[in-house]
């Protein structure tokens, strides 16, 4: 059997990405990547990167100028809001997961620069529902190995 050992130091910290151990049989998670986003003593929080979903943005939205962003499950929780990530830079209220990685924030602000006409292609990423975890689960699963991070 091949033993597979991450090469990061199995901390559990916000801007880290979490693989699932490939035969999960969980529905959201099984061969999974997580983007953990907060982490601390109340829990923590992060988006499934790679679940994507063939309804675009603007169905949803459908007040929004035309832009074209992935949308994705971001996990099990709360399953009917809609979160983002971004690179904006500035963006009012935005919660910092590493230096220019910004999770939420004013989305007024956000659809005035839309409406403006600024190109926010490729630096906005929005999830349905999250992934969330109680104080000291996510270490219990990192620890028998359901994730790698």
């Given at each position: 059997?091949?033993?597979?050992?991450?090469?990061?130091?199995?901390?559990?910290?916000?801007?880290?990405?979490?693989?699932?151990?490939?035969?999960?049989?969980?529905?959201?998670?099984?061969?999974?990547?997580?983007?953990?986003?907060?982490?601390?003593?109340e829990?923590?929080?992060?988006?499934?990167?790679?679940?994507?979903?063939?309804?675009?943005?603007?169905?949803?939205?459908?007040?929004?100028?035309?832009?074209?962003?992935?949308?994705?499950?971001?996990?099990?929780?709360?399953?009917?809001?809609?979160?983002?990530?971004?690179?904006?830079?500035?963006?009012?209220?935005?919660?910092?997961?590493?230096?220019?990685?910004?999770?939420?924030?004013?989305?007024?602000?956000?659809?005035?620069?839309?409406?403006?006409?600024?190109q926010?292609?490729?630096?906005?990423?929005?999830?349905?529902?999250?992934?969330g975890?109680?104080?000291?689960?996510?270490?219990?699963?990192?620890?028998?190995?359901?994730?790698f991070?």
């Amino acid at each position: 059997m091949i033993r597979f050992t991450p090469s990061s130091n199995g901390i559990p910290e916000p801007g880290k990405v979490l693989l699932a151990e490939p035969f999960m049989a969980d529905p959201h998670f099984g061969r999974k990547a997580v983007l953990l986003c907060e982490h601390n003593e109340e829990g923590s929080f992060g988006f499934v990167l790679n679940n994507f979903i063939e309804v675009g943005l603007n169905e949803l939205l459908d007040d929004l100028p035309a832009v074209e962003c992935r949308l994705s499950l971001g996990g099990p929780v709360k399953n009917s809001n809609l979160y983002y990530l971004h690179t904006i830079e500035g963006a009012p209220d935005a919660i910092t997961v590493k230096p220019g990685l910004f999770m939420g924030g004013d989305f007024d602000w956000v659809r005035s620069l839309l409406d403006a006409g600024v190109q926010l292609e490729g630096k906005l990423r929005f999830f349905i529902g999250y992934a969330g975890w109680t104080p000291g689960q996510l270490e219990d699963e990192i620890k028998s190995r359901s994730w790698f991070v």
